[in-house]
Every structure is written in C-alpha cells, then in structure tokens.
C-alpha cells in the first residue's frame, strides 16, 4: 500500500468526508465498494458525490458533474476513498474523465485492489501528469468495504455469522413444535435487518427453515432484500415455508438433481460429502455474491467456523434469559479478540478475524 509523508492534514480532513459521503450507499452498491468524492479549489469544497447504487454513476462522476463553474476543475484537488477505475465496466473509466477534466491533483485513499483496476486508474493519472497522492486514511477505507476487498482479494464472499443467545449460552430449546424462544428484543431485531439489509445473501440450515419458518426479509428495515440461501440436503422442507413465498430470490442447497418451475426459486446440487461451506461459497463467487449473512442454527454456523470461513461474527446475547437447557450456542475459535457493547439493553459481542 502506497503512503506519502507529506500528506496534509486537510487531506485527511477531505478524505474523511469523502468516507461519510460513502456510507450513502450502505446496502445498494454491491457488489461495487462504497466510494465518496469531495472537489476542493482554494480551500473551499466546490463539488460532491458519492456511488448510490450499482450500474449508476460512480463517486467521481457525481462530484465532478456537481461543480457549478467547471473552469475551477484545472486549479483543483479531487479527494476519492477508493483508486478510480480505469475499465470500462457499466460506466466509462473515472480515471479518464478526471485526465480529461483537467484536474491536477489527486488523492486517493487506498487502491483498488479489484484485478481489473489494481493501480492502474492511478498509473494512468500520473502518466497524465496529474499528481497522485495515495494512503491516506487507508484503514479507515478499507474497513468501510471490507466485504469489496475480501471478495476480490479471497475469490469469496464477506462472511458474517450471527446468532442470539441467552445469558447460559444456549440459542434455542430442545424442540419440535414449531414455538421459538424469543431472545432478540424488537429493537435489536430492527438492527437485525438493518445487517441483512447490507449483505447480499442470507443463510439458514434447515431445522430452522423448518422450526422457525423464517421469511428472512426486511420487515423492519428498508433497503434491498438479500437473497435467500437454505440447506435441504434431501429435499424434504415443505413448500408452504415462508422461504418458498416466491417474493425474493431463493435458492436451495441439496443432495439431489430437483428440477424446478417455480418462480424465484432454484436448486443448487452439492456434495454433502464434502466441505459443505466451501461449496456454498464457491457458488456465490461465480453469482457475483460479495456478501453473506448466516443467521444459523447451530449446525450451520459451527461448520462455517470449523472450516475457517467467516469474517465477522455478531452475538447477541439477552442479559434477562436465563433457558438452563437446550440447543448450545456454537463454539467459538480460541484467541478471538471481543468487542463488546449494547444495543438497546441487549449485549452485542463483534468478533473479526
């Protein structure tokens, strides 16, 4: 990663806008990253963007076409938290409209590390003779798209497992009656969706599908609906499931070749006698799936976190219930680092990798 000893602190100030303009996007640019541009001449912002959603305009184009007096753009610096493309994908090249806008200077947070840009944006700017400055608030950046980076950096999906528990570490009863435990209050839920809303898939196994019946939307959130991915090794999950409603794409991992006629559903056959997560993952990437979201049960998860293959897991853990027996919360890696805090009274525990 490129870094600079004479970057200003203006220049950080300005990325870090550009970082704020970014989070727009949250949730409707995937599987493009989330990407923010401020234009500065003489001190004073003149023009702002930022990615909105995927197949529109990049942050550069919306910063630029928002200057009013264009005749400032040969005396400006141009501020983006992520390297401007050089390929021609959806949209021209970023790289190109800032050369033929005249700008002289660049900053750029980090690089792109998508194989189809990978430096080259910056490399044709300076071959331009634009002076390009790269690294600042490079962590900041690439944290913001985390889901981006490991995509294209690991050929896999952004994987987050999360699961809620009671205070003695069980997430569920011993049950076939169809009655879920309540943990998650109505508020934590909210946030619940706010996180699906953000990844591009959702995941559950099928004691789940079958127990809870989950419709696995975004009843409490707005934004896009995540696709609906569940594990039905023999095909025997009922069509009446919520999952099956036809409303949001779905599809089902099995043992067995299953036609389907269906609308918004289809069947993906893999090998349960094989690295069940590695499979799955597998697919996504060639569905240009960037991120995903596996709600449980415990099954799923541990064999997310067995093979190695998660990012981020979120617990969620109701401080009032106490359930004495039942289903155990998955194991966690050993050496994991906590982030503890609260959501509406109830104790949220983040753990990366």
């Known amino acids: 990663m490129e870094a600079f000893a004479n970057i200003s602190l203006d220049d950080e100030r300005y990325i870090a806008r550009c970082l704020q303009l970014a989070r727009c996007g949250a949730g409707s640019t995937s599987p ?109 950046s690439f944290r913001l798209n985390r889901a981006f ?60 599908a079958l127990l809870d019946n989950p419709s696995l939307t975004l009843r409490h959130w707005s934004g896009r609906m995540p696709q609906r991915l569940v594990i039905d090794k023999n095909g025997t999950l009922p069509s009446t499931l919520a999952l099956f409603d036809g409303s949001v794409p779905t599809t089902v991992f099995t043992s067995l070749p299953t036609p389907c006629n269906r609308e918004n559903l289809s069947y993906v056959q893999i090998d349960f006698s094989k690295n069940i997560p590695t499979q799955i993952l597998n697919y996504l990437a060639t569905r240009n799936i960037g991120s995903l979201l596996v709600e449980g049960g415990r099954e799923t998860l541990q064999g997310f976190i067995d093979a190695g293959l998660w990012d981020e897991i979120r617990i969620e853990t109701n401080p009032r219930l106490y359930m004495h027996e039942g289903v155990s919360a998955p194991r966690l890696p050993q050496g994991v680092k906590t982030l503890t805090s609260c959501c509406f009274g109830h104790i949220i525990e983040t753990i990366e990798r």
């Open 32 to 140: 493009n990253p989330m990407v923010g541009a401020v234009v500065v001449c003489d001190g004073k912002i003149i023009g702002e963007g930022y990615h909105i959603r995927c197949g529109e305009a990049h942050a550069e184009v919306n910063a630029i076409n928002s200057v009013r007096d264009r005749s400032l753009l040969s005396r400006s610096t141009i501020y983006v938290s992520l390297e401007p493309c050089s390929h021609y994908g959806k949209t021209p090249p970023c790289a190109d409209l800032i050369i033929s806008c005249g700008i002289p200077r660049v900053v750029v947070a980090v690089t792109d590390n998508n194989s189809m840009v990978s430096g080259r944006g910056i490399e044709r700017m300076r071959a331009a003779g634009i002076d390009v400055r790269v690294g600042v608030l490079a962590e900041q």
């Open 149 to 208: 980076f490991t995509f294209h950096g690991y050929g896999r999906p952004f994987v987050t497992l999360k699961w809620a528990q009671s205070v003695d570490g069980f997430i569920d009863y011993n049950r076939t009656d169809g009655k879920a435990q309540i943990i998650s209050s109505s508020r934590s839920t909210m946030a619940v969706h706010k996180l699906r809303s953000q990844c591009d898939a959702i995941l559950v196994g099928r004691r789940t």
